[in-house]
């Protein structure tokens, strides 16, 4: 009687199995393809717009904070902070505080007139 009973919820849940694999694997209308077009393009743009909050929080926290290492700049080109510490380092497109050895630490161009 177990063995029946064991045999035949097996049966089902191996059954269950099958119809949902394949429910699963219709194929997307027009309408299903633009919908994922554009959350797609909506997680893009909110993930550029978080970056970009970022580095502009951090760059404002650093210029309170750190000082602006006058006449050097970054490997990207931009500023150079030094925290407390003596510490140098700058403030990548994501909003991240990159550590810098000296030997990375390059000359600022003179501004043209």
Known sequence: ???KLVMGLLTMAL???????????EKKT???????KTGKAIGKGAK????????VAVKGG???????WKG???PDGSDVYINAKNEKYYVNAKGAKIWLKP???KNRPAAKN
């Open 1 to 3: 009687m177990k063995k």
């Open 15 to 25: 059954i269950g199995g099958v119809t949902l694999s394949v429910s699963a694997q």
């Open 30 to 36: 027009e309408v299903g393809k633009a919908l994922d």
């Open 48 to 55: 550029s717009v978080g970056n970009k909050t970022a580095e």
């Open 62 to 68: 650093s210029k309170v904070a750190d000082k602006t």
């Open 72 to 74: 050097k700049m970054a």
């Open 103 to 105: 030997s990375q630490i």
